[in-house]
């Protein structure tokens, strides 16, 4: 996959992220059918946890509910790490 393709899936995974949380929001509100956590966190986890931080915070959606705000956040910090190891590799 080229650099290209894997930057705009990224971008494509984070705006879905995004509109997800969004809708789930909506829906909290309303009362209506809302979005599994699980989909939530993979969404996340198949790149989009920069959308699903930001949108957490933007939308104050399950920002305190548990284990869900723990495995974000755990998600996120993988991801940064790998970010961090790539980088140290690309140095080298």
Do not use: C
Not at 12 to 29: G, P, Q
Not at 47 to 60: H, I, N, Q
Not at 61 to 71: G, L
């Amino acid at each position: 996959m080229t650099f290209i393709a894997l930057l705009l899936a990224l971008v494509v995974i984070n705006l879905l992220t995004v509109l997800t949380f969004a809708h789930d929001k909506a829906r909290a509100s309303s009362g209506g059918w809302r979005v599994r956590e699980s989909t939530l966190l993979n969404l996340a986890f198949f790149g989009g946890s920069p959308g699903a931080l930001w949108a957490r915070r933007r939308f104050r959606h399950k920002t305190r509910k548990q284990p869900f705000a723990t495995y974000l956040d755990l998600i996120a910090m993988v991801h940064a790490g790998v970010l961090i190891g790539l980088a140290t590799l690309a140095i080298w």
